[in-house]
């Protein structure tokens, strides 16, 4: 029988729950986008040459880290599935074949992005950017591995509905990172200056103090250190296991994929519009960033929610849940919104003191509050898709949304008259605000009715 507070909008047990998770996760996020911005800073006091090869190689090797590492995220629900199932003590067989999956993403990580890496020749006349651009790619190579057996250690956390060692370790490669970007980019004692390239070295050394980190706390705990040993046995593989993470977790790696590439397209269609515009896209991109960090942490927290309430068969929680997150993430979103759109030039301000620029960017702002929506709604319902273990049709979502409507609407919006003026940068937005509409809609759908599907069988 229900009681008053799972027939209320928002319940306090599952909103406790989802603020524990979700806070060090939106924490965590905002560190790890700090590292990014100090790999900026650090590269743009070296030269203009050195901050564009950053921007340059992290294009590429970014793009295919995050995509590979975003694989090993559905390990979270997996396991938080078994624990609502009472069936965790196969959480240990999870992540040693977890392990495995990593090591093999990791080939095929190191493959691509040394081969995207010669694309630098063919893209920029200028040798000396082009060779920074490649050396920086090659350094991020040494720390591919120490990144994606990180993510399936931080699984193991997340999927026991624990955050924190995550946020914590996030805080020691920031604090790690900006030292040992000092030392490579501009050397010191014995070490050459390495310029901009020196930023993947420092990334890479970071991702693996973050992993032998993540690995230590796991040693470290009781409640983690049979899993921890399981994970790093010696033991044959089991394929139809590996298959099964593969199933799951690669559409949401293409998802990301996609998602990733549609806005990197974008900003190359803006590009010949001039630095004005260019640098007023990239303020408005950059606030969104920050902002997307919130319902980011709030989808991710729900497909660990999620997940435990399917595995244990609760369809009430998981009703209590959707409500509680849906509530909480629309009235959070919103006070974004107002905020951005009354301080919109103070905003831009914080960025840049050309007028420009300013009144270019305040515009966007405008475009990007009201994205904020349809943005959220569409990582929430992917969230809650991944709990419930149904991730393919989000591939197809993104694949739709973002390339066969989003990316031509761009184009014709910014650099042509077809559809109407060209609106310049502007344009990118009004093909953002669509595509989000329309992956979000094509979820929500999917969730209404995959949630009804979870619970046919049997009573919850």
């Known amino acids: 029988m229900q009681n008053s507070s799972t027939r209320s909008w928002i ?42 090869a950053v921007a340059m190689g992290f294009s590429i090797s970014g793009t295919i880290m995050i995509a590979g590492g975003v694989v090993l995220t559905i390990l979270s629900a997996m396991i938080s599935r078994l624990r609502g199932a009472g069936a965790d003590g196969k959480a240990g067989l999870y992540l040693n074949n977890g392990k495995v999956l990593a090591i093999c993403l990791t080939v095929v990580e190191v493959v691509l992005m040394f081969a995207a890496s010669y694309v630098f020749n063919y893209v920029t006349d200028n040798a000396e950017l082009a060779a920074k651009a490649q050396r920086y790619v090659w350094f991020m190579l040494l720390g591919v591995p120490g990144n994606m057996l990180m993510r399936v250690v931080v699984a193991n956390f997340e999927g026991y509905g624990q955050t924190r060692p995550a946020m914590f370790v996030s805080l020691c490669g920031v604090l790690i990172n900006i030292p040992l970007n000092m030392i490579f980019v501009f050397g010191w004692g014995p070490v ?28 470290g705990s009781r409640q983690h250190r049979g899993r921890a040993r399981q994970m790093l046995a010696l033991r044959c593989p089991d394929w139809s296991l590996i298959r099964q993470t593969v199933r799951l977790g690669l559409p949401v790696g293409v998802a990301s994929l996609c998602e990733m590439s549609f806005f990197n397209l974008v900003t190359l269609i803006i ?44 369809r009430v929680d998981f009703n209590a849940m959707v409500r509680t997150l849906l509530v909480v993430t629309y009235t959070l979103v ?59 049709i989000i591939t197809w979502s993104n694949i739709s949304s973002y390339w066969i409507v989003g990316l031509p609407l761009s184009f014709l919006l910014i650099r042509t008259d077809v559809i109407v003026p060209a609106m310049g940068a502007a344009g990118a937005w009004v093909s953002f605000i669509v595509a989000l509409t329309i992956s979000a809609v094509i979820l929500t759908l999917r969730f209404i009715r995959t949630r009804r599907r979870v619970f046919e069988q049997g009573s919850c």
């Open 11 to 52: 319940d306090r047990t599952e909103l406790r729950r989802l603020m524990a998770l979700m806070l060090p996760l939106y924490i965590g996020n905002i560190l790890h986008m700090g590292m990014g911005v100090t790999d900026t800073v650090v590269a743009g006091w070296k030269g203009e040459v050195d901050l564009a």
């Open 192 to 219: 050459p200056s390495l310029g901009g390239s020196g930023c993947g070295l420092a990334t890479a050394i970071v991702n693996w103090c973050m992993f032998f980190c993540m690995l230590a706390i796991m040693l």
């Open 271 to 314: 590009a010949p519009l001039g630095e004005v515009v260019v640098s007023a896209q990239q303020v408005a991109i950059n606030l969104s960033g920050i902002i997307f960090m919130l319902p980011l942490s709030l989808g991710i927290a729900a497909s660990i929610r999620a997940a435990y309430h399917v595995g244990a068969r609760r």
């Open 334 to 392: 919103s006070i974004f919104m107002v905020l951005t759109i009354l301080f919109r030039r103070d905003i831009v301000g914080l960025y840049t003191n050309s007028e420009e620029i300013i009144s270019l960017a305040s515009v966007l702002l405008v475009f990007c509050a009201v994205y904020q929506i349809p943005d959220a709604t569409q990582v929430l319902m992917s969230g809650l898709l991944r709990g419930c273990h149904d991730t393919a």
